[in-house]
């Protein structure tokens, strides 16, 4: 009996020393199946790594290829801001020296100087001064593509100035080639005045005759452009303020469906003398001659309205 139950017990031992056994067996496959698994991951984890690395070479590499353009065309530009600052520097000198010279313009002859360098005037007669107001800007076209700097020129005082006439500008032009700003092409040109012609609708408090605001109006209206600068530009809203504060004025109004067509034109003449038909002026505008006139009313001029012409006066209705 004990011999069969300790066969019995040997018998149990083997039987789960083999159950066990096929146990660690079973895990030992699973951990197998598990680190090839794991080596494969491994395997395609380091080749990503080996991809992304390459791809952040090639990153970095771009990276810096695009600073170095970047720091090349900072460069560049950096060239050409100087360039093009000597360039204004050479342009602003130079009109300087041609205003000077066109501004001392006088009916002397000229003479040679002491050094034999350039021409001027041996003394300067103030009662001969001809040219009183200059200005420039700078011109291309597409026949020739260096730029000419063309000069517009004035006589008289602000607000009364006056075109020299093309006898006289003859002389002047033979004067600004003697004294040769080398490698400038320089055109001088001067232009009646551009007609000032303000349609405006201008309300007022009645409390004055008619002719009387007509006048105030007048008077504000030629007090802006004694007010503008030679070849400064001409803005509507700087006008219609300068009418507002004439007294007694209530507003100034641009009538949409008026016949004529209102608003501020101004009709400019060109270098033969000829008249342009009227442009209006939709916010700011430059004058072809560099200043601003009233209608005649002749020749020319004929049928452009002088100031008291252009403007309609009515009395404030506060009536809705």
Known sequence: MAA????????GLLDNSREVGNQLSAQVKNLLRDTTKMGNSIRQYQSMLNVNMTEQEKLNALLSQKKNELNERERT??????????????VQNLLSNVKDALLGFSTDELTVREDGLAFGYAQVDETKRIITQVSYVESTDDSNLDSKLVLKIATGTKGHLEAIPAEELVPINVYIGKLKFAGTRIEVVSCKGDVLV????VFYDGAVPEAEMYDSIETRIRDYIMGIDFDAAVYVSRLT????RAKHVTDVHIDGHAVPEQGVFIASHDTDGHIQPPQRIARMAYTASGYLKESS???????????REAIILKIENHEI
């Open 241 to 244: 303020d300068a009418i507002r």
């Open 77 to 90: 530009i950096n060239e050409l801001q100087d360039m093009i600052k000597a360039q204004n520097d050479k």
């Open 297 to 307: 009313g002749k020749d020319e001029e004929d049928g452009l309205p002088n100031f």
């Open 198 to 201: 303000p349609r405006l609708t």
């Open 4 to 11: 069969t139950a300790s066969k019995d017990s040997l018998q």
